[in-house]
Structures are given as structure tokens and as C-alpha cells.
């Protein structure tokens, strides 16, 4: 079993170019799953997301793959990740629902969106503001250490950067050099 509570949240040194090397390798498992379960035509894009799809930013040693996909098909998706590639999922309902997984000691959450969620289109407006701005990049690494040091729970530790984020993303949407192929969303309480 992976569950997405098991690791402790501990930040570890950027280490971008292997982070990357394991998300390419990850969406090919997952792109070869959905071929063969005549899925493909499902999935819109597969994103690497959070912070290990950011240079020079410490991280939790877990890669992050946003696997957007149309209304509709996130159940059989995510069931065909689960079933052919292992980890456990959560059914979150038709918009969302992640795979938790361990491949050769790599921790993945292969997160499966529907393309009409905003869930997605946060972590890529997210990601993208933090490889443009290294002042907030730091920023949000602190916010993230000390928040490691203050909680030993995954949901009070995400909770404490959702002020953050959301900072993140008006700065998507005033700043003239970010652009996205849809509208900058906002976070629902």
C-alpha cells in the first residue's frame, strides 16, 4: 500500500534533472497503460506539477503528474493506472482522483483530472509562476520549511501554503509575461 500520509514531509535538496527524468519515465508507464487500455484518446495533457518541476526549489522526493483527461473518463483512468501500475487510489469523484504509487523506490502521485477542473490548471499556473520568479520561489521555500518544521500532518502542511497559492495566482494574473491557455482560477474554500 502507498499512502500519501505514510513519508514524513522532509524537504530534500533540488534535484530538478533527476525529478524530471523520473516524470518522463512515469508519463511513459502511464501513457503505454492507456494505449493499451484504448485510453489515450482520453487524456488532454500530463503535466509534471509541484515542486519538483521546479528548478532550484527543495522539495518532498515525490513526483507529481497531473494526467488530465475528458469529463467523464477519470474513474477508468485512474482505475487503469491503479490496476496496471499499482499504488492506491482515491476516489475523490469525477473530477479528481489520485494514484498513490512506489515505482523502484520512487514516490509518485499521479493525480487524474478532468480537463473542466480547476485542480490542474492550479498546479500549472502554480509551477509556472515559480520557474519565472526566483524571489518567489524562495519565498515559497521558506513558507515550506517552516511549515515541514511546525506540522508532521500532510493536510495542515498543505493547508498553510493556500494563502500562498493564492498569491501565486493573482500574480499570474497581472503579470503581462504569464500567459496560459485558459483562465487563471481561483481557489474555492
Known amino acids: 500500500m502507498v499512502d500519501a500520509n505514510d ?4 524537504l530534500v535538496p533540488a534535484r530538478y534533472d ?3 527524468e523520473c516524470f518522463v519515465a512515469e ?4 501513457s503505454d497503460v492507456l494505449t493499451g487500455a484504448s485510453l489515450e484518446t482520453t487524456v488532454a495533457r500530463i503535466e509534471h506539477v509541484g515542486s519538483t518541476a521546479v528548478p532550484n526549489l ?6 507529481d503528474l497531473d494526467i488530465v483527461v475528458a469529463d467523464g473518463a477519470v474513474s ?11 499504488g492506491d487510489r482515491i476516489e475523490n ?4 482522483q ?3 504509487r512506489r515505482e523502484t523506490g520512487q514516490r509518485f502521485n499521479d493525480h487524474v ?34 511549515l515541514a518544521d511546525d506540522h508532521d500532518d500532510l493536510v495542515a502542511y498543505s493547508e498553510g501554503k493556500t494563502v500562498f497559492i493564492e498569491r501565486l495566482l493573482e500574480v499570474a494574473r497581472t503579470d503581462n509575461d504569464l500567459t496560459f491557455g485558459f483562465p487563471v482560477p481561483t481557489i474555492e474554500s
Request: hydrophobic share 40%; no cysteine.
Open 76 to 86: 477508468d483512468v485512474s482505475r487503469a493506472v491503479e490496476f496496471e501500475l499499482g
Open 98 to 100: 489520485p494514484v498513490f
Open 113 to 146: 483530472f478532468a480537463t473542466s477542473s480547476d485542480g490542474w490548471k492550479i498546479s500549472v499556473v502554480t509551477r509556472d509562476v515559480l520557474r519565472a520568479s526566483p524571489a518567489l520561489r524562495t519565498e515559497y521555500e521558506t513558507l515550506k520549511r517552516d
Open 58 to 63: 527543495a522539495a518532498k522526493d515525490i513526483v
Open 18 to 20: 533527476a525529478w524530471r
Open 27 to 30: 508519463r511513459d508507464r502511464v
Open 93 to 96: 469523484g469525477d473530477h479528481w
Open 7 to 10: 513519508d514524513p514531509i522532509e
